[in-house]
């Protein structure tokens, strides 16, 4: 099991002044969470740079349900890829446009590979996608 | 109602080789729509610049769930924001960690401030935001 | 005249663990050095949100230099903003293409704007800003 | 040699009109001008994520010139990479900060690996890199 460990980091004291002002406009309770959450941005930054690394990620779709077909072929992509499509979101924008969310988990590359087919489909007018690395997930079926 | 209208674009040969083995790989369906996706994701970058400007965004939250109250202020923050939050995905990742994907809409810096306020709760690991700018809701209580 | 503070954060050990091999792996003499940059990262990338904060900012420019004008326009558009370009490198990258780099300072929305001039040249192919936040300087002619 | 080639491109007028927009506001000449710009730079974004294409780029830093070693280290690690440092610029900011904006050609991962030990260097406060893949160079000594 994992346990505390307190660190202590020099800081001139402008930069902390700057740096509390910050904390607080965030929201942070303290510097502490305020540092880890810096911390953890950057590991998973670097963890997404390998393709095989294993990954959460949700794809931001939005497109016009009146072109023929976009929705059957999402619906298909997501099908045709059981293994990572975890859940989705739908949501009617207006008269044209509907923001689907859906929640994938793979390696980064087949992640991106599956983000990029939704995304370039004809209809689908933005996509975008988040990521944060996770633990190999050993009953992932590959 | 909109028509559609054919741009003709000059493009030197060797560009346009590098272009359609990027279309390719990439998974469209023709030129035009890869052009039209560049051009969305310009408009809807520059678009998102203004802080008063409507989007629809998606925020990607890791937290542990043992954390004591996360879960507890994450709804909470959810109800005293009516307005704009729109629906959400909750995903068990491991014992630990929960993965949370949340629907909302409103003025760019409204979604900005609770995705912070939410990315600095104690127990929350990552906050990844995705925004789309969509045309000015007259529906949207302000 | 500033002074160093020590500030205690607190770590679960797994995250320190991962920490350190970050640190490792980029080089840093020691963890505190790796706070302080993610910390000035963060604060200058939330200065930098402000049109108005003071910026130094160096604009990377990939072009071709046999389309006609493209140096000329370059060399007119850094005369006419003598407050602002403050130096610049130029590099021959081939038969046809040169870098320039371009050193500036002022508000940020000022140089982003001489930086999208530039881009949008005919012939120049590629525009990259780098920007840091300054503090605000006295002399500056506005 | 390359020679122009008309490509048409099929677009919603509404997405036209607000691309025109975009078109004026950074000052592009013309369409196909803006367009070529979209392209090359997915084009460039995409090169750059294989580890081994050649590259052009430059590591902008600001640092503390007070910082014991810091000038000297920064020019002992350019000096070690001969091969891939072109030129630099230097510029002082206020009584305590220096710019350095260096100029580098070689492998993206060589790039990104010097750019990394002169960030992570004690009085460095932020660097940041910028990156144009660049056609094989036959005469890199490597």
């Given at each position: 099991m994992s346990k505390i460990?307190?660190?202590?980091?020099?800081?001139?004291?402008?930069?902390?002044?700057?740096f509390d002002q910050l904390i607080r406009s965030k929201g942070y309770p303290n510097r502490s969470e305020a540092v880890r959450d810096l911390i953890r941005a950057k590991l998973t930054e670097t963890a997404l740079e390998v393709p095989d690394a294993?990954?959460?990620?949700?794809?931001?779709?939005?497109?016009?349900?009146?072109?023929a077909k976009v929705a059957e072929q999402l619906t298909h992509l997501q099908h045709t890829h059981l293994l990572t499509v975890i859940a989705?979101?739908?949501?009617?924008?207006?008269?044209?446009?509907?923001l689907e969310v859906i929640v994938l988990k793979g390696r980064v590359a087949e992640?991106?590979?599956?983000?990029?087919q939704?995304?370039?489909?004809?209809?689908v007018?933005?996509?975008?996608?988040?990521?944060?690395?996770?633990?190999c997930d050993h009953n992932h079926n590959h």
């Open positions: 460990e307190r660190v202590g980091v020099a800081l001139d004291s402008n930069l902390l002044a700057e294993y990954a959460i990620g949700s794809v931001f779709l939005v497109y016009d349900h009146h072109e989705s979101i739908h949501v009617h924008l207006d008269h044209h446009n509907c992640i991106q590979k599956l983000a990029d939704m995304t370039s489909l004809k209809g007018k933005l996509g975008r996608l988040s990521l944060a690395a996770v633990a």
